[in-house]
Structure formats: structure tokens, C-alpha cells
Nanobody
Framework: VQLVESGGGLVQPGGSLRLSCAASGFTFSRYVMNWYRQGPGKERELVAR????????TYADSVKGRFTISRDNAKNTVYLQMNSLKPEDTAVYYCNGYSAWGQGTQVTVSS
């Protein structure tokens, strides 16, 4: 089982990034997928969750209206579109599903 995140980087406040997580080693389309993040000195927190078919999505209050989780089951990939980024969104973002974790991708929001 492998989850590989990509798409992180440095962005100015108000900017956008799209994270991707490519999954392999399990039947991706059968599982709920999650994005978590861990900021400096903070505990890891759930950012967004998407059901196996993509019809149900939930978000942390802190990102509602700014972030969108989506998935492409044909490509075994889950995405996190992040708009209107704020400095407090700075964190390592992790993909999670099938009890597996990716290595994380750093997102830094700074001017």
C-alpha cells in the first residue's frame, strides 16, 4: 500500500494550491479518503474527508468555503484544492486512507 502526495510549496496569502495523492496497493474506489494537516507545534487535524464514490464530503470549519476535496477513482487519486490560503494554513499535509499514510507535503503560506 502506498500513498504519495504532491503539489505543496510556498504561496502568498490569498493564493491557491492543489494537492494530489496517488494511491496504490488497494482497491481505492472502495475507501473513504482523508486529508490531514499538522502545523508547527500543533496536533495533526482532519482537514477534509470524501466518501468512496465522492458523493459525500466533510470539512474542518477552518477550511469550509476555501478548500475542496475531490477524487478520481479511475486514476486512484484524491485531490485537495486550496484557495484563499492564509498563513495559518501552513502545515505538512497528509493523505490518509485504508489505514495508510503518505509521507506528507509541505505547504507554506507567507509573503
Amino acid at each position: 500500500v502506498q500513498l504519495v502526495e504532491s503539489g505543496g510549496g510556498l504561496v502568498q496569502p490569498g493564493g491557491s494550491l492543489r494537492l494530489s495523492c496517488a494511491a496504490s496497493g488497494f482497491t481505492f474506489s472502495r475507501y473513504v479518503m482523508n486529508w490531514y494537516r499538522q502545523g508547527p507545534g500543533k496536533e495533526r487535524e482532519l482537514v477534509a474527508r470524501i466518501s468512496s464514490a465522492g458523493g459525500s464530503r466533510t470539512y474542518a470549519d477552518s477550511v469550509k468555503g476555501r478548500f475542496t476535496i475531490s477524487r478520481d477513482n479511475a486514476k486512484n487519486t484524491v485531490y485537495l484544492q486550496m484557495n484563499s490560503l492564509k498563513p495559518e494554513d501552513t502545515a505538512v499535509y497528509y493523505c490518509n486512507g485504508y489505514s495508510a499514510w503518505g509521507q506528507g507535503t509541505q505547504v507554506t503560506v507567507s509573503s
